[in-house]
């Protein structure tokens, strides 16, 4: 085992209560432990992070002149900072600790108390061997830009910026829609209290257009992320609208203008159920009230044939058929991602029809369809332009889902009953719901399920096996028949309806990797955005003034999102009050001696930490901007950068301690 | 040349070599006078006579310099390097092969059996039906034959026995055995036991003249022939697998001054552990690319890997030696 002859640790192994101490054999592993090299004292005791457990280590500091720290614990994303600062106030630098989790890694994951006492043993005489060769360093203090950036400009997004604006903060709120607003922007009422969606969110989206301490960037995307903690550097890509924003009014003069007389083609706010034109704005109320031209159905772009008559219409000169896409620069200190999710795309679940049966819709075109200001007008019609007489609504699809999605999507239950209730409403036609099971946890849910008992809509308990046009009988003939086990009543039923209503998921983002990547932020298993803990940091990511709300986290509906929207909000103005963060110093240093000028580093480095001096011919890193990511520690053939706290001598010793008895 | 010191005695002994350490002392030309006349060459199997059992006799610590070129192989290399170790003041691992395991040091991707079986019963050239596998000990009419045993591994001389100095190479550069040579005589400072020397602390790249860029960019390796080089641009940078920016400097560049890429031979810099590893690392860092297939593509381009980046170091490095 290697030796440093200065070194005199001080071992520590925890029970955590029976945590640790039911599997692993915390006394033979504080006996081994204490004939390792160096190790001048080992105990073991019941709570290691309780108060007299700190001062224990401070004690023994002074009694046995320690200068090394291991502490056999938990997780080190849990204590090591007690730890630290145990070991600070026992007047040893802090990082000359060395943390060793043999609860998460050890007792928690086996069942075999030897076995599990041998890993303990084997985990510490890796942090004792490793321990040794640690170096005093400090943490550094770096002031927080104050400034804050949130991407989405959703219902979440919306939440926050105007939370933290209020607060006196700058916000930077990048849309990549020509508009905000998000998906509630197209829902007709919300649950369970039916208020009109829109009357709800456009007083906000007008408030987030005037706050001044709000600058709008719709129709952008953040195109590289920079920097750390406080200090971020980021660069949002404004895409052409072919419209000086500045200029424009809303008047909306050069729609009636455009060449194209007939709107032709699809509407993508209203999920295609009418048409458009190449130059558009997405619907009345859209914040900002700014248009913009398609130029993939512009004639213009197509042909540079057009008269431009839209051009010649508007009396401010708004129009800019040359504008490019346009890089705008920020510094913000921290980030708020509420880049929301998407539905589920029916047409991966063939056997409902969607796409092959015109009658069949998707939830969200139902939203439009009931919706006043919808293609229709509010009017619920079908595609034939008849009035439906009776309506299925399938519950749970692509949620629930071995097939497709396995999780729960929350809101569709809810969203569900709503629908039945407005369709309802609208048509006085016959609604069958079919679910799995009624999820309708939350204040005034469950009495908004009672409320739609009442109505007279049929609930019929089942997955639907298949959406078809195949009649068996006369009274089917011309109908979609839903056919469907009924779980209550222990039989298959086929029930005909005119038409067919899929309540499609919630699922990540297509573009939620790609941000995920460029945020430097983890994901769960399903591709949500993953939060720093699930119960106790739910708006927090592992990247450090990075929060996450909304759906991009996880299904959720609105009150919850705005919920969150005003959690990460404050852990952005927590952090931005605080004045300044502390980095941890595991950043990466260039001998300068060994350096060979190759400059394989420089491209390496995800942070634009490293530059190339001419002068010299060495490379050098900027510490501020590193992050310890140890990249170009890897890629140096020369052997020349260090990264501190990973050193070869302490990674290679851990390595020696783990592998040799 | 007056002297007023008695002269130094010095020794060349090879292990698992290929004669061209031997031959790179020879290679000092006209200096080899200089250093004979400060030294008297006590031994030195490729150009005097002197016997094994001469050399035993010899007192300890005798023999004030020993160059050991070549790998230990066999139970003869290691009998010699304890007794060259025991007779000699220092000891220096002369080249690549006793410094890093050179190439023999290569058969370590292989095991012992593996190579006697392709040695003696499969090689294309081979009249061997009885398929005779060579023995430590053979009875034969006139008595019992002994020839030395063939281990499985390939070690460095420092695997082997305590070594004073490393002069890395394939073979070393003649100037610096002299200049190591003429310091030693001269009385100076010698560096702290164990250091490489007759070398630079730094990489290739440091005196290499090509023009470097931060855009390495590789997208798939060529072998040099199939590609033209420029004579200025960096060779890695125009996809040509240059060991430069892991290999210590001190042979002058002379690879890549002759437009060839840097084999390696030299050894990775004080501290790195495993000079494959570091390389590898090195040029995995210059590959351009982020999706995984793109890089596969690139690294697919690399004609034998391991052999390529542990051309001259396997036994001398962390990885050691293929496990069996």
Same mark, same amino acid.
């Given at each position: 085992m290697p030796v440093n002859e200065e070194a005199r640790v001080g071992f520590y192994i925890c029970h955590c209560g029976h945590n640790i101490a039911n599997m692993v054999d915390v006394t033979a592993v504080a006996e081994y432990a204490a004939k390792l090299p160096n190790v001048v004292l080992s105990r073991d005791y019941k709570y290691m992070c309780s108060d007299p457990g700190q001062e224990m280590i401070a004690k023994d500091v002074e009694v046995f002149k320690l200068n090394r720290i291991v502490v056999a614990s938990c997780s080190p994303l849990l204590h090591e900072n007690t730890f630290r600062?145990?070991?600070?106030? #026992?007047?040893?630098?802090?990082?000359?600790?060395?943390?060793?989790n043999i609860r998460e890694n050890a007792s928690w994951v086996h069942e075999d108390k030897e076995m599990a006492t041998l890993k303990a043993k084997d985990l510490v005489r890796a942090a004792i061997s490793r321990v040794v060769f640690h170096k005093a360093l400090e943490k550094k203090k770096v002031p927080v830009n104050p400034d804050v950036l949130i991407v989405g400009g959703g219902i979440s997004g919306i939440s926050a910026a105007l939370t933290i604006a209020n607060a006196g903060k700058k916000v930077y709120l990048v849309e990549k829609e020509p508009t905000i607003g998000g998906y509630m922007a197209k829902f007709d009422k919300t649950f369970p209290t039916l208020d009109c969606a829109a009357c709800i969110l456009t007083p906000k989206m007008s408030a987030v257009l005037k706050h001044p301490g709000i600058t709008l960037l719709s129709y952008s995307e953040v195109s590289a992320v920079d920097g750390y903690v406080g200090n971020y550097h980021v660069?949002?890509?404004?895409?052409?609208?072919?419209?000086?924003?500045?200029?424009?009014?809303?008047?909306?003069?050069?729609?009636?203008a455009c060449i194209f007389k007939e709107a032709k083609f699809s509407d993508e706010f209203n999920e295609g159920l009418s048409k458009r034109k190449p130059v558009y704005i997405p619907f009345p109320q859209a914040t900002p009230q700014v248009v913009l031209i398609d130029d993939k159905t512009c004639i213009h772009f197509k042909t540079g044939k057009c008269p431009q008559t839209c051009a010649k219409a508007c009396d401010r000169n708004a129009f800019d058929f040359d504008q490019k896409p346009v890089v705008q620069e920020l510094e913000v200190g921290t980030i708020l991602l509420c880049t929301g999710f998407q539905p589920f795309d029916a047409a991966r679940a063939p056997y409902y029809g969607y796409g092959r049966y015109s009658n069949v819709y998707t939830s969200l075109e139902v939203e439009r369809l009931v919706n006043a200001s919808g293609p229709t007008g509010g009017h619920v019609v079908l595609r034939d332009k008849s009035k439906p007489k009776s309506i299925g609504i399938i519950h749970c699809v692509g949620s629930r889902d071995e097939k497709t999605n396995k999780w729960c999507s929350r809101v569709c239950c809810m969203y569900s009953l709503k629908l039945?209730?407005?369709?309802?409403?609208?048509?006085? #036609?016959?609604?069958?719901?079919?679910?799995?099971?009624?999820?309708?946890?939350?204040?005034?849910?469950?009495?908004?399920?009672?409320?739609?008992?009442?109505?007279?809509?049929h609930f019929i308990r089942g997955r639907v096996a298949e959406v078809s046009d195949w009649a068996i009988n006369d009274h089917e003939k011309g109908k979609l028949v839903i056919r469907v086990e009924d779980t209550l009543i222990g039989m298959v039923r086929r029930i005909p309806v005119d038409m067919v209503v899929l309540a499609v998921g919630i699922e990540p983002g297509k573009d939620a990797q790609d941000i995920r990547r460029m945020f430097n932020i983890s994901c769960s298993n399903e591709g949500f955005f993953l939060e720093r803990h699930p119960k106790l940091a739910p708006v927090e990511t592992f990247t450090d003034g990075i929060y996450i709300a909304g759906a991009c986290q996880g299904p959720r509906d609105i009150p919850d999102s705005v919920a969150q929207a005003g959690a990460a909000a404050a852990q952005a103005l927590a952090l931005i009050d605080s004045g300044f963060v502390e980095l941890e110093p595991n950043t990466a240093f260039i001998t300068e001696e060994l350096c060979c000028g190759c400059q394989v580093c420089i491209n390496m480095c995800p942070y634009h930490a490293i530059t190339f001096d001419d002068g010299k011919g060495k490379s050098h890193i900027n510490e501020a901007l590193c992050k310890g990511c140890g990249t170009c520690v890897a890629a140096c053939g020369s052997g020349?950068?260090?990264?501190?706290?990973?050193?070869?001598?302490?990674?290679?010793?851990?390595?020696?301690?783990?592998?040799?008895? | 040349m007056a002297q007023d010191k008695p002269k130094l005695k010095l020794a060349v002994y090879w292990g698992a070599a290929c004669g061209g350490c031997c031959v790179s002392v020879l290679d000092v030309h006209e200096k080899l006078l200089d250093i004979l006349a400060h030294a008297d060459l006590v031994f030195w199997p490729i150009a005097l006579d002197i016997k094994y059992k001469d050399v035993e006799e010899m007192p300890d610590g005798s023999i004030?310099?020993?160059l050991f070129n070549g790998a230990v192989r066999n139970s003869e290399n290691e009998h010699m390097a304890h007794v060259l170790r025991q007779k000699s003041k220092i000891l220096i691992a002369y080249g690549s092969c006793a410094y890093l395991g050179g190439i023999p040091g290569l058969a370590n991707f292989s095991t012992r059996e593996e190579l006697l079986r392709r040695v003696y019963e499969e090689s294309e050239s081979l009249d061997n039906p009885q398929k005779i596998h060579p023995q430590p000990s053979t009875e034969v009419s006139e008595g019992h034959l002994h020839i030395p045993s063939f281990y499985n591994d390939v070690l460095t001389l420092g695997q082997v026995v305590d070594v004073d100095y490393y002069i890395p190479g394939c073979p070393p550069q003649s100037e610096r055995l002299v200049e190591v040579f003429m310091d030693i005589v001269s009385g100076k400072d010698l560096p702290p036991k164990g250091s490489v020397i007759g070398a630079s602390i730094r990489?290739?790249?440091?005196?290499?003249?090509?023009?470097?860029?931060?855009?390495?960019?590789?997208?798939?390796?060529?072998?040099?022939?199939?590609?033209?080089?420029?004579?200025?641009?960096c060779l890695n940078e125009q996809g040509i697998l240059c060991m430069g920016p892991a290999t210590r400097a001190g042979c002058g560049v002379r690879c890549v001054e002759g437009n060839a890429p840097c084999r390696g031979c030299y050894g990775p810099l004080d501290g790195i552990g495993d000079a494959g590893a570091r390389i590898l690392s090195a040029i995995a860092s210059m590959l351009d690319g982020k999706e995984p297939e793109e890089i596969s593509r690139a690294t697919d381009s690399i004609v034998d890997p391991a052999g390529t980046f542990y051309r001259f170091s396997l036994p001398g490095s962390k990885l050691r030696r293929k496990v069996s």
């Amino acid at each position: 085992m290697p030796v440093n002859e200065e070194a005199r640790v001080g071992f520590y192994i925890c029970h955590c209560g029976h945590n640790i101490a039911n599997m692993v054999d915390v006394t033979a592993v504080a006996e081994y432990a204490a004939k390792l090299p160096n190790v001048v004292l080992s105990r073991d005791y019941k709570y290691m992070c309780s108060d007299p457990g700190q001062e224990m280590i401070a004690k023994d500091v002074e009694v046995f002149k320690l200068n090394r720290i291991v502490v056999a614990s938990c997780s080190p994303l849990l204590h090591e900072n007690t730890f630290r600062t145990a070991t600070s106030k #026992a007047g040893i630098n802090q990082f000359y600790f060395q943390m060793v989790n043999i609860r998460e890694n050890a007792s928690w994951v086996h069942e075999d108390k030897e076995m599990a006492t041998l890993k303990a043993k084997d985990l510490v005489r890796a942090a004792i061997s490793r321990v040794v060769f640690h170096k005093a360093l400090e943490k550094k203090k770096v002031p927080v830009n104050p400034d804050v950036l949130i991407v989405g400009g959703g219902i979440s997004g919306i939440s926050a910026a105007l939370t933290i604006a209020n607060a006196g903060k700058k916000v930077y709120l990048v849309e990549k829609e020509p508009t905000i607003g998000g998906y509630m922007a197209k829902f007709d009422k919300t649950f369970p209290t039916l208020d009109c969606a829109a009357c709800i969110l456009t007083p906000k989206m007008s408030a987030v257009l005037k706050h001044p301490g709000i600058t709008l960037l719709s129709y952008s995307e953040v195109s590289a992320v920079d920097g750390y903690v406080g200090n971020y550097h980021v660069k949002v890509t404004r895409k052409p609208r072919y419209i000086i924003e500045e200029k424009c009014v809303g008047c909306f003069a050069c729609i009636d203008a455009c060449i194209f007389k007939e709107a032709k083609f699809s509407d993508e706010f209203n999920e295609g159920l009418s048409k458009r034109k190449p130059v558009y704005i997405p619907f009345p109320q859209a914040t900002p009230q700014v248009v913009l031209i398609d130029d993939k159905t512009c004639i213009h772009f197509k042909t540079g044939k057009c008269p431009q008559t839209c051009a010649k219409a508007c009396d401010r000169n708004a129009f800019d058929f040359d504008q490019k896409p346009v890089v705008q620069e920020l510094e913000v200190g921290t980030i708020l991602l509420c880049t929301g999710f998407q539905p589920f795309d029916a047409a991966r679940a063939p056997y409902y029809g969607y796409g092959r049966y015109s009658n069949v819709y998707t939830s969200l075109e139902v939203e439009r369809l009931v919706n006043a200001s919808g293609p229709t007008g509010g009017h619920v019609v079908l595609r034939d332009k008849s009035k439906p007489k009776s309506i299925g609504i399938i519950h749970c699809v692509g949620s629930r889902d071995e097939k497709t999605n396995k999780w729960c999507s929350r809101v569709c239950c809810m969203y569900s009953l709503k629908l039945a209730h407005l369709l309802k409403e609208h048509t006085d #036609a016959e609604i069958y719901n079919f679910y799995i099971d009624m999820r309708t946890p939350g204040k005034g849910y469950e009495e908004f399920y009672d409320k739609l008992l009442n109505e007279g809509v049929h609930f019929i308990r089942g997955r639907v096996a298949e959406v078809s046009d195949w009649a068996i009988n006369d009274h089917e003939k011309g109908k979609l028949v839903i056919r469907v086990e009924d779980t209550l009543i222990g039989m298959v039923r086929r029930i005909p309806v005119d038409m067919v209503v899929l309540a499609v998921g919630i699922e990540p983002g297509k573009d939620a990797q790609d941000i995920r990547r460029m945020f430097n932020i983890s994901c769960s298993n399903e591709g949500f955005f993953l939060e720093r803990h699930p119960k106790l940091a739910p708006v927090e990511t592992f990247t450090d003034g990075i929060y996450i709300a909304g759906a991009c986290q996880g299904p959720r509906d609105i009150p919850d999102s705005v919920a969150q929207a005003g959690a990460a909000a404050a852990q952005a103005l927590a952090l931005i009050d605080s004045g300044f963060v502390e980095l941890e110093p595991n950043t990466a240093f260039i001998t300068e001696e060994l350096c060979c000028g190759c400059q394989v580093c420089i491209n390496m480095c995800p942070y634009h930490a490293i530059t190339f001096d001419d002068g010299k011919g060495k490379s050098h890193i900027n510490e501020a901007l590193c992050k310890g990511c140890g990249t170009c520690v890897a890629a140096c053939g020369s052997g020349a950068i260090t990264q501190n706290l990973f050193e070869d001598q302490q990674i290679l010793s851990e390595i020696y301690g783990l592998l040799v008895e | 040349m007056a002297q007023d010191k008695p002269k130094l005695k010095l020794a060349v002994y090879w292990g698992a070599a290929c004669g061209g350490c031997c031959v790179s002392v020879l290679d000092v030309h006209e200096k080899l006078l200089d250093i004979l006349a400060h030294a008297d060459l006590v031994f030195w199997p490729i150009a005097l006579d002197i016997k094994y059992k001469d050399v035993e006799e010899m007192p300890d610590g005798s023999i004030d310099i020993t160059l050991f070129n070549g790998a230990v192989r066999n139970s003869e290399n290691e009998h010699m390097a304890h007794v060259l170790r025991q007779k000699s003041k220092i000891l220096i691992a002369y080249g690549s092969c006793a410094y890093l395991g050179g190439i023999p040091g290569l058969a370590n991707f292989s095991t012992r059996e593996e190579l006697l079986r392709r040695v003696y019963e499969e090689s294309e050239s081979l009249d061997n039906p009885q398929k005779i596998h060579p023995q430590p000990s053979t009875e034969v009419s006139e008595g019992h034959l002994h020839i030395p045993s063939f281990y499985n591994d390939v070690l460095t001389l420092g695997q082997v026995v305590d070594v004073d100095y490393y002069i890395p190479g394939c073979p070393p550069q003649s100037e610096r055995l002299v200049e190591v040579f003429m310091d030693i005589v001269s009385g100076k400072d010698l560096p702290p036991k164990g250091s490489v020397i007759g070398a630079s602390i730094r990489v290739q790249c440091d005196e290499c003249k090509r023009k470097k860029s931060d855009k390495k960019g590789i997208t798939r390796f060529y072998r040099p022939w199939e590609v033209t080089d420029d004579g200025e641009t960096c060779l890695n940078e125009q996809g040509i697998l240059c060991m430069g920016p892991a290999t210590r400097a001190g042979c002058g560049v002379r690879c890549v001054e002759g437009n060839a890429p840097c084999r390696g031979c030299y050894g990775p810099l004080d501290g790195i552990g495993d000079a494959g590893a570091r390389i590898l690392s090195a040029i995995a860092s210059m590959l351009d690319g982020k999706e995984p297939e793109e890089i596969s593509r690139a690294t697919d381009s690399i004609v034998d890997p391991a052999g390529t980046f542990y051309r001259f170091s396997l036994p001398g490095s962390k990885l050691r030696r293929k496990v069996s």
